[in-house]
C-alpha cells in the first residue's frame, strides 16, 4: 500500500448542488464517507469480516476544510493518508481534488474507533491489522488530532508532506 491511496473517485452531478450553484456540503460528507470505508477494507476490515466478528468501526471526530468549490460536472478523486492507529482507533486524512486542475477542494480529518457492535464498547484492533506492514502511517505525539483551538494538531505537519508529493503519479 502506498502513502496515499485512491479511495474515491466520481462526479459532482446537478442534484448535488445547492441554491447557490455549488455541491453541498451533504455530498462532501458523503464521499469522505465512501473515502473511509474503502481505506478500512484495504486495511483489511471489510465489511464481511466487521459482520463475521461482530465488530464495527464508528467516527467519532470529524473535520473538514473546504479550501475550493465544486460545481455540477467537476470530476473529484479523494486520495487517503492514514495519519495515525492506535491500540482501538485509526486516524485518516482524506483530500479531495478537482481532476481538472488538480486543486485542493476539501481536506478532510475523521477519527474511528473500532467496536464490538453489540455491546457498542471499544476494543482493541485485531493483531493483524494492529500489525499490518506496508502502510504509511504518520506517527503525532498528541492524545487527540483536535487542539484546543479547534483546529487539527497533525494538519500542518501532514499539508507539509502533501504539498511535497506529486500525487496521483
Not at 464490538?116 to 506496508?134: H, L, M, V
Request: proline share 4%; aromatic share 8%; glycine share 8%.
Amino acid at each position: 500500500m502506498t502513502d496515499h491511496h485512491l479511495t474515491y473517485r466520481g462526479v459532482v452531478y446537478p442534484w448535488h448542488c445547492d441554491h447557490m450553484g455549488h455541491m453541498n456540503v451533504m455530498w462532501y460528507v458523503a464521499n469522505f464517507d465512501e473515502a473511509c470505508w474503502q481505506t478500512l477494507a484495504m486495511l483489511g476490515l471489510t465489511p464481511s469480516r466487521l459482520r463475521n466478528e461482530g465488530a464495527a468501526v464508528a467516527a467519532v471526530e470529524q473535520r473538514t476544510e473546504y479550501k475550493g468549490e465544486l460545481h455540477a460536472g467537476d470530476a473529484i478523486t479523494i486520495r487517503t493518508a492514514i495519519v495515525r492507529i492506535t491500540e482501538k482507533s485509526v486516524h485518516m486524512s482524506h483530500e479531495m481534488r478537482i481532476d481538472e486542475t488538480r486543486e485542493i477542494a476539501a481536506i478532510c480529518t475523521i477519527v474511528g474507533v473500532y467496536l464490538d457492535a453489540t455491546s457498542r464498547k471499544s476494543q482493541p484492533f485485531p493483531r493483524d491489522i494492529r500489525e499490518r506492514r506496508g502502510i504509511k502511517v504518520y506517527h503525532v505525539s498528541v492524545s487527540s488530532p483536535f487542539n484546543g483551538s479547534g483546529n487539527c494538531s497533525y494538519l500542518p505537519e501532514l499539508k507539509d508532506y502533501l504539498g511535497a508529493q506529486e500525487l496521483g503519479q
